[in-house]
């Protein structure tokens, strides 16, 4: 059902098609009438013969710069515009960020030879444009990233033959004003040769439109669409000039494969024939909105469309949140966020659903993820403040990390944190300081000594001594030089004690020497009494090396959680 949304937007948002009885390209309409005295009649003739035969064997020698007989070569080596008749060739690759070559003449034979016209990507630019010529000929080359490989506007009696087209399987919803990538597109433009072409990856295979296109000659090309393709040739008006689309085309052994339907021609196309053509569908072979349209002899076959609308996401270190927490994903959407769906993690950390269903064109236009620690159930239908796990979408994939700038913002490979043993809650502290840990200097004045960033909102640090018994907390805490949340702790004795996280557990008294020293990264609201999975900083054995002497903690922050969302 998505695929047939997306071709009913795509009727709606192109507006164009048609084909001709009439097997000479070269007629006498609009032929003859122009001054075209400096240019020889006999590569006017050269010309028109190749624009016409299907089996044009270039003869080029581009050592000694010679076409055909005898006729010069021009080379091009980077964008251009051409404005005088002549044969040209390109000597070298180049890029080009919006239009690669402009032909704005008649009798120009542009031949590629073999080399490569680069687009910047983003279905955007033009590889070879020709507008308002006669007489035209693209042979040859290769083109990729471009929104449209070659285009012809308002010509007649030209050709594009032996082009490899490579777009680059990118969303499009033309409905929605989201323009489609377009291999060879025709556009009010008469007896053209659409000749033995390559395309593949794009949305629109050969899109010809406008009610001055007919008698065009659409043969031989093979049209193969990645994911998400949308129509391999597709025959429609042009915007805002009515309904009608182009006529008595001949399209005839093509080769469509992989897209949603094979062949659309809207309702002002009429009379083009349709015969001969290979079509591996998704959805149909063919739709003719006008009915006059012929469909004969077509190898038509259906093969089963992609999951294109399944966001996957895989992940390591992810615990159980217990009964009362769960993870979700978001897709940020044009600053938004639009959820796709919730998971939990068992105890030998898998997920219950690594697969989710969302709409399409969120999970195109997605240019980042996110992964939140939400409340199960949960009535709050936005994200929480929780942010776990984030990154951007580049390829298709988003690689996810805490220290993403949508998550907690930093990797904590820098966090330091020693600590000393002592109770200042107590005035025996010579005998009982075994029993106290805290984060301060006493050489510092006192001062801190975690080294540790600010966290985003949804987080806070905790302190923790993990002993037979299990993990006792020292405190959250959120700034190094404050007291923690609960000053000296339960357990303190009756003095005050300095301002910076720690504890004393003399009451009853418990000794720490062996037990592990641990500061993690908690969430807010807390999912669990015992450590979170994030511990940027671990002492493995607290060791009894004196009263107020540091011992250092080792950084932990490598093991922390990452994953992937793939599209």
């Known amino acids: 059902m998505l695929l047939k949304f997306f071709l009913l937007a795509l009727l709606v948002g192109l507006v164009a ?34 624009i016409e035969s299907r089996n044009f064997a270039p003869q080029m020698d ?11 070569l021009i080379p091009i080596e980077g964008p251009t515009t051409i404005t005088e008749p002549g044969a040209y060739y390109l000597s070298e690759d180049f890029s080009a960020a919006d239009v690669g070559i402009s032909v704005e003449s008649d009798f120009v034979v542009l031949m590629l030879d073999d080399h490569t016209i680069t687009g910047q ?6 590889g070879v444009a020709v507008d308002g010529s006669r007489f035209v000929m693209v042979h040859g080359g290769r083109f990729e990233m471009f929104g449209t490989a070659v285009v012809f506007n308002h010509c007649d009696h030209s050709s594009v033959r032996e082009i490899e087209v490579v777009g680059g399987d990118e969303f499009a919803d033309p409905g929605n004003d989201i323009a489609p990538q377009i291999g060879i597109m025709l556009q009010n433009s008469h007896h053209v040769c659409v000749f033995e072409n390559d395309i593949s ?3 629109l295979g050969i899109f010809v439109r406008g009610g001055g296109s007919h008698h065009n000659k659409v043969w031989f090309n093979e049209v193969v669409g990645g994911d998400l393709g949308l129509l391999g040739i597709c025959y429609n008006p042009v915007p805002d ?18 897209f949603p339907t094979g062949i659309q021609t809207s309702e002002g196309s009429e009379k083009n024939r349709f015969f001969f053509n290979t079509i591996s569908y998704f959805e149909e072979a063919y739709h ?42 978001w897709l940020i959407v044009d600053g938004s966020p639009v959820s796709t769906g919730v998971f939990t993690v068992d105890t030998d950390g898998d997920l219950s659903q690594n697969e989710f269903e969302v709409n399409l064109s969120d999970l195109m236009l997605a240019t980042k993820f996110v992964l939140t620690i939400e409340p199960s159930p949960d009535s709050d239908p936005a994200p929480a403040a929780t942010h776990y796990l984030a990154g951007d979408f580049s390829n298709g994939m988003a690689s996810l990390t805490v220290a993403d700038p949508a998550a907690l913002g930093n990797d904590f490979l820098a966090a330091v944190g020693p600590y000393i043993l002592n109770t ?65 702790g339960p357990d303190a004795g009756p003095d005050p004690v300095p301002p910076f996280p720690g504890q004393d557990y003399v009451d009853p008294l418990m000794s720490l020497i062996g037990f592990t020293a641990v500061i993690t990264i908690e969430p807010m609201p807390d999912n669990s009494p015992d450590p979170f999975t994030l511990k940027p900083l671990v002492d493995d054995s607290i060791e009894d090396v004196g009263i107020g002497v540091l011992q250092p903690m080792n950084n932990n922050a490598s093991t922390f959680p990452t994953g992937s969302a793939s599209r």
């Not at 990507?121 to 033009?126: A, L, N, P, R, W």
């Not at 000039?241 to 992989?258: F, I, M, S």
């Not at 107590?426 to 004045?445: F, K, N, Q, R």
Request: proline share 6%; net charge negative; with cysteine.
């Open 201 to 203: 990856m794009v949305n």
């Open 62 to 72: 581009v050592g000694e710069k010679k076409f055909g007989n005898s006729f010069e």
């Open 288 to 329: 003719d909105f006008n009915g006059s349209n012929l469909f004969k002899h077509n190898d038509a076959m259906q093969v089963e469309a992609p999951e294109i609308n399944i966001l996957s996401l895989e992940f390591t270190g992810l615990t159980d949140l217990g009964p009362d927490y769960a993870y979700e994903g």
């Open 121 to 126: 990507g983003s279905k955007s630019g033009i």
């Open 241 to 258: 000039e009515g309904d009608a689309g182009p006529q008595h085309d001949w399209v005839k052994n093509n080769t469509l494969e992989r």
């Open 17 to 50: 098609f048609g084909c001709s009885d009439n097997d000479s390209i070269v007629s006498s309409e609009n032929s003859g009438s122009e001054d075209y005295s400096g240019v020889s009649e006999e590569f006017k003739a050269y010309v028109q013969d190749a």
């Open 424 to 488: 200042p809650s107590t005035g025996d502290d010579d005998t009982d300081y075994h029993a106290g840990i805290w984060w301060l200097d006493p050489a510092a004045g006192p001062g801190p000594t975690l080294e540790l960033p600010a966290l985003p909102d949804g987080w806070t640090y905790e302190g923790w001594v993990v002993g037979s018994g299990g993990p006792v907390t020292t405190g959250k805490f959120t700034e190094v030089d404050e007291v923690d949340f609960d000053a000296g």
